[in-house]
């Protein structure tokens, strides 16, 4: 077994999905811009302001203002809570129960960059996950599928990458686990079919929480 596991966020602790891709197609439409909810679960893991960004310069071919894109994004946020936001993943909690008895350290790599983000993990997963062992969209300058998000969390563990192991749900997440060195494992809660998650590079893919839960007790 490994002695530190990287969680991905949305797709994998939460099951966020379906209003993420539901909130960024109502907001993105209503700026005119070209961003649906189907390129949503294809490109899940780029940074909300690496989408917008690319769809205003895509649109427009200018560069958006940083108070621009974070206007549209704080939009795109709130239509995700009006939609009723997300619960956690079913079984997830069973995986991280799990490792925590284990002893293992506990990590969120994720491009969200909701500033309350450690307060909802902490209330929907207490005791897992400390603000120290957090990286967010607000810690890296470059976003999934550079490796940075990755990197960041294996120096801050101070572990060998032999020794880290990343869960991830969608294939820019995979490419950055890979591209960092580090055994990527996918777990598909998606819409996407297994080959995409194993054409990104995932070391093995499966297909639930019981799944993951079941491929970590037979280490
Ligand atoms: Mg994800």
Same mark, same amino acid.
């Given at each position: 077994? /490994? *002695? ?14 379906? =209003? ?17 909810? %189907?390129?949503?679960?294809?490109? &899940? #893991? ?5 989408? $917008?960004?690319? !769809? $205003? ?6 560069? !958006?203002?940083? &108070? ?15 939609? #009723? ?5 079913? #079984? ?8 925590? !008895? %284990? ?11 909701? %500033? ?6 902490? /209330? ?5 996950? !400390?603000? &120290? ?21 294996? *120096? ?10 990343? $869960?991830? =749900? ?50």
């Amino acid at each position: 077994m /490994k *002695k530190a596991y990287f969680f991905d966020m949305d797709g994998v602790l939460f099951d966020s999905m379906p =209003n993420h891709a539901q909130a960024w197609d109502d907001i993105m439409k209503k700026h005119g811009l070209d961003f649906t909810a %189907q390129d949503c679960y294809r490109q &899940e #893991g780029r940074t909300g302001q690496d989408v $917008i960004h690319h !769809a $205003i310069w895509q649109k427009e071919h200018r560069e !958006a203002s940083e &108070e621009e894109i974070w206007a549209i994004y704080r939009e795109k946020s709130n239509r995700f809570l009006e939609l #009723g936001g997300a619960g956690p993943m079913r #079984g997830v909690k069973d995986v991280l129960d799990y490792l925590m !008895a %284990q002893g293992k350290q506990l990590y969120v790599v994720t491009g969200s960059g909701q %500033q309350t983000l450690f307060d909802e993990l902490n /209330k929907t997963f207490p005791n897992a996950f !400390a603000r &120290e062992r957090m990286v967010t969209a607000l810690d890296v300058t470059k976003g999934k599928p550079d490796p940075e998000p990755y990197l960041r969390a294996w *120096k801050k563990s101070g572990l060998e990458k032999s020794e880290c192991c990343v $869960i991830e =749900n969608a294939p820019i997440g995979i490419r950055a686990g890979k591209a960092a060195g580090l055994f990527t494992i996918g777990v598909n809660t998606g819409p996407l079919p297994d080959d995409d998650l194993y054409d990104a590079g995932a070391d093995i893919v499966v297909k639930d929480m019981a799944a993951l839960l079941a491929y970590l007790k037979a280490l």
